[in-house]
């Protein structure tokens, strides 16, 4: 499962070519001040965002089956410019042509 971390890393540091490359269609994001984000918004949200430029992940835990692998953690993250940020994190990936692919994921700010 440490694929599904790896996974998780590009997702925080790569932008939206790597949640392009990793969204499921159905893909569905809950970001605290942003709300409810599906995967047409969630890619054009990216392109104006500034990228973290670290992150680290706390209290790793995962949850999986054959198909589905649950991911829970809380994170740091910084990019330029900006205060460290802290959040308690959920990502849900799916089995999907021979790959995970995120379909969930859901961030609260601490």
Not at 15 to 39: E, K, N, W
Not at 45 to 66: D, K, Y
Not at 95 to 102: E, H, L, R, S, V
Request: net charge negative.
């Amino acid at each position: 499962m440490d694929d599904l971390w790896a996974l998780e890393r590009r997702l925080w540091l790569e932008g939206a070519d790597a949640y392009s490359d990793l969204m499921a269609d159905a893909c569905v994001m809950i970001f605290g001040p942003m709300g409810i984000m599906q995967r047409a918004a969630i890619l054009e949200s990216l392109q104006q965002a500034p990228r973290w430029t670290t992150v680290s992940f706390h209290e790793e835990t995962i949850a999986s089956n054959i198909k589905t692998a649950v991911l829970a953690y809380r994170t740091t993250a910084s990019r330029y410019g900006a205060k460290e940020y802290s959040a308690l994190c959920c990502s849900t990936y799916v089995q999907d042509g021979g790959g995970w692919k995120i379909l969930a994921h859901q961030q609260t700010p601490l």
